[in-house]
């Protein structure tokens, strides 16, 4: 199938998707459409566009016959900023050296998507017909959270279909499985007094470092995810007190836990409330406040979609693949959790290359994508 594959046209896809900036924030992905339109168009592709606020545009392209098993290919369109100091290449050129394609979203994961669409020209050069019909789910804001883009199609009842690629960089390999966050503010009240005598008061500082200690050396609990590890928390910011001279009245955490399937946000409130409370102090007074919560997902991965794409992978690249969990969240958890489909994310360039300067992916690895999923495309039926 690699034969089939023509690189000049899987850069040129790349190219025309970096060439439009969409960076998130403020995000804006109604320009980049008419690319993707432009690209499917003569695949015979039919297209519906969803936006759900003004610019927040997502493409929905099917290609087929609509008497087949749907195969759902979901990436998104919007991008990380760009800090142009940082840059060395046009971060909008897709300029290309030793190999490397260059430019904001080549790795992640315009690449991507422009991998898959090659993936169907590809079948129509080696005479070849897909055995599914292919529905592109384009989206808009995967990088803030999705709720403009996948979050918001699933919650519309849009999204339907047998099973679920999300070609987001992983190296090729399948990742079925993602740890979910939640964040919050743990606001730790104290009584101020005069700074020359603290035990006349509470110190919320004081206080305060006992939080961060007892999370920061906490065991979670449970056995550990196969391919996901153990809950992790981190204290990524600390801010309290307003003077030397004064004992601290307020101090303010912010909480960076990680969790595992199963977690909710309940849950995972109720497990840091655990820590402190244990920590015994009848002085430790605090609050929590959620800021962004987004649960975690996996897929069984002995569920026949995974070996489907790992035997394509295999035909291809002439060796499997390895079976991962990622430590971050993708909109592949709405897909899994929300929707219910089967969801394997599978992509070209290494998540080392994502929201870097100079952000880069390889030509090599794009040919290699478009034709793997050329051969999950024609073997897939559900
Ligand atoms: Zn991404």
Same mark, same amino acid.
């Given at each position: 199938m690699r034969a089939f594959v023509d690189a000049d046209s899987v850069?040129?896809?790349?190219r025309a998707l970096v060439a439009v900036d969409?960076?998130?924030p403020p995000g804006d992905e109604r320009e980049v459409l008419g690319v993707c339109r432009d690209m499917l168009d003569p695949l015979g =592709?039919?297209?519906e566009e969803f936006e759900p606020a003004p610019g927040r545009a997502s493409l929905l392209a099917t290609v087929g016959t609509g008497d087949r098993p749907v195969l759902i290919v979901n990436g998104h369109l919007d991008v990380v900023p760009v800090h142009r100091p940082g840059w060395t290449r046009d971060p909008f050129g897709g300029e290309i050296d030793d190999g490397k394609l260059y430019?904001?979203?080549t790795a992640d994961m315009k690449g991507g998507i422009a991998a898959a669409v090659e993936a169907l020209y590809t079948l129509r050069r080696a005479g070849r017909e897909p055995a599914c019909d292919? =529905?592109?789910?384009?989206v808009a804001d995967e990088?803030?959270?999705g709720g403009y883009g996948t979050r918001a199609l699933v919650e519309s009842g849009k999204v339907a279909g047998a099973a679920c690629l999300?070609?987001?960089p992983t190296g090729m390999a399948l990742c079925v499985a993602e740890r979910g966050l939640f964040v919050a503010d743990l606001i730790v009240h104290g009584r101020p007094a005069h700074g020359s005598e603290p035990r006349n008061g509470i110190s919320a500082v004081e206080e305060a470092a006992k939080v961060v200690l007892a999370l920061h050396a906490a065991d979670f609990g449970g056995p550990e995810h196969q391919l996901l590890g153990r809950p992790t928390c981190n204290i990524g910011m600390i801010n309290g007190g307003t003077g030397h001279n004064t004992v601290a009245e307020r101090c303010v955490l912010k909480v960076d836990r990680r969790l595992l399937p199963g977690d909710t946000a309940a849950s995972a409130e109720a497990s840091v409330r655990a820590l402190v409370d244990a920590i015994g102090d009848p002085d430790l007074r605090y609050d929590i406040e959620m800021e962004v919560f987004g649960e975690a997902s996996e897929l069984d991965p002995s569920h026949p979609f995974v070996a489907q794409l790992q035997a394509a992978a295999s035909a291809v690249l002439g060796e499997a693949v390895p079976v991962i969990g990622m430590r971050f969240t993708t909109d592949a958890r709405f897909v899994r959790n929300q929707a219910g489909i089967a969801s394997v994310v599978c992509g070209p360039g290494e998540i080392a290359q994502a929201h870097i300067n100079d952000e880069w992916v390889e030509v090599a690895r794009l040919v290699d994508a478009a034709a793997v999923y050329a051969e999950l495309f024609s073997t897939f039926s559900g």
């Open positions: 850069v040129e896809l790349t969409t960076q998130n =592709a039919t297209f430019g904001r979203g292919i =529905a592109f789910h384009l990088e803030r959270g999300v070609p987001e």
